[in-house]
């Protein structure tokens, strides 16, 4: 079989399952499974795929269409500039939560040798590339769950970030003894629990543990302005990326804790950052 006609095959089955974005994710299967970049897909069409590399594809084609996110599969996606391990157990980065990012470089700016949390870090992707981008930050991961920490920890080893600096915690319990924060920023769990399964198929995948907020959504809200606000200093910043319509709710729990808030809008006009000021 040729490259191409393995191509061709790929996505009429991913076509036939339903996938929005066949084309897209059969290229990148192809290029999983033969090794090759692609500019080899579409320059070298003709080349013979082999028997091992065809039998790899095929499954790999199998797991899209029962619904793996594609990140899962190919087992690392971008996130900004870098590209960061992922797969089951933890969330997959989204090119929202880089607006997350922005915002901080944007604080962090002339302020050499602050100290950052990243709560809820997940694969690390948000405080690895705040880290990345501002090499003089003391930045601290805070993950719970297991399977997230392995990601975690293969992230950090991937970009030389310190291994002590990544602390296992539950964010609902507060803050372990660390210096104070300049600058909190979290992705945390914002979905409500009722909302869960009704989420398309490939976030069905991901773990509800990173996804799921609680009946109203804001439990991990209250937590961070219960137990981690204390812990920012006075003129600091905590960015919290949100949900659709949740940036109001969470500007009220912080409402009379903190010295001001504002909410940010993606390029859709969605509630997409809250901003306290400390």
């Known amino acids: 079989m040729t490259l191409i006609d393995a191509f061709k095959s790929t996505e009429n089955m991913l076509m036939d399952a339903g996938i929005d974005d066949y084309c897209f994710d059969s290229e990148c299967l192809l290029i999983k499974a033969a090794g090759k970049t692609r500019r080899d897909v579409l320059c070298h069409g003709d080349d013979v795929l082999s028997e091992h590399d065809e039998k790899l594809l095929l499954k790999l084609a199998k797991r899209r269409a029962l619904g793996e996110p594609l990140q899962y599969i190919l087992g690392e996606w971008d996130f900004c500039e870098f590209t960061f391990n992922v797969g089951e157990g933890v969330l997959i980065p989204r090119p929202e939560t880089e607006m997350l990012v922005e915002n901080a470089d944007l604080f962090l700016k002339n302020r050499e040798n ?165």
Request: net charge negative.
């Open 114 to 278: 602050a100290v950052v949390y990243d709560l809820c870090s997940g694969s690390g992707c948000i405080g690895i590339t705040v880290k990345n981008r501002n090499p003089s930050l003391d930045v601290y991961l805070m993950e719970k769950y297991p399977a997230a920490l392995s990601y975690l920890r293969k992230n950090a080893r991937l970009y030389n970030f310190p291994n002590e600096n990544i602390i296992e915690c539950d964010v609902l319990s507060g803050c372990p003894d660390l210096p104070k924060a300049d600058l909190i920023i979290s992705n945390p769990p914002y979905i409500k629990s009722e909302e869960l399964p009704s989420l398309q198929r490939e976030v069905g995948f991901e773990p509800k543990t990173a996804l799921d907020g609680g009946k109203d959504g804001l439990m991990f809200y209250r937590a961070i302005c219960d137990r981690w606000l204390p812990c920012c200093k006075k003129g600091g910043e905590i960015l919290l990326e949100c949900g659709d319509s949740q940036g109001e709710d969470i500007r009220t729990i912080f409402d009379g804790k903190a010295s001001s808030s504002e909410i940010m809008y993606d390029f859709n006009h969605i509630d997409r950052v809250v901003k306290i000021i400390v």
